[in-house]
């Protein structure tokens, strides 16, 4: 149990592990024998090594996407610090982006508008893919990104936001 738990505070997903030992052991409680239940347990064991082979391996690659945005039209005459705004704008759509995995780098770039109330509205793919599943994907990423606090209590237009969702295919 102990591993499983190390492995967890490394960012592994471990519930599915924890509830595999809870079966092993109660099995052991309802009288198994030993050689099946070391059977099952090594293997259980050895299922977490890879996992936790694989998290690491993935957490070392190279991320393969990668997003940016910025106000269009600043009305406000640059008095507000929208950076940590637009931080977690970024943050928020890249966490709901999920493009479908491509053989060939490509760019997009989005158009909306953020109201004063935070709801996002007027998504428009500039450079559309040729693929609608990709373009549906960043429609979706800032969909679901929505709404957000407004930090800027002051402004009264939308703020209209220029976001580029760029895909990097690496040899």
């Known amino acids: ?3 499983i738990k190390e492995a967890g505070q490394r960012g592994v997903g ?3 592990y924890q509830d595999a030992f809870d079966g092993i052991e109660a099995d052991y409680n309802g009288g198994a024998k030993p050689e099946i239940l070391q059977k099952r347990l ?6 977490l090594d890879e996992q936790s082979a694989r998290a690491k391996q993935l957490k070392g690659q190279q991320l393969r996407q990668t997003a940016y945005a910025k106000i269009v039209v600043e009305d406000d005459n640059g008095d507000y610090d929208y950076g940590p705004f637009m931080a977690e704008l970024q943050r928020r759509i890249r966490r709901f982006w999920h493009p479908p995995k491509q053989k060939e780098s490509y760019h997009l770039v989005t158009l909306f508008e953020i109201d004063k109330n935070g709801e996002f509205s007027g998504i428009k793919i500039e450079n559309p893919h040729d693929l609608d599943a990709v373009n549906e994907a960043a429609r979706k990423a800032i969909q679901e990104a ?3 606090r407004v930090s800027n209590p002051y402004r ?5 936001i220029e976001f ?3 895909y990097n295919v690496s040899n």
């Open 1 to 3: 149990m102990l591993k």
């Open 14 to 16: 471990i519930k599915s």
């Open 42 to 47: 090594d293997s259980l064991l050895r299922a």
């Open 146 to 148: 929505g709404p957000m």
């Open 156 to 160: 009264r237009e939308p703020i209209k």
């Open 164 to 166: 580029k969702f760029d």
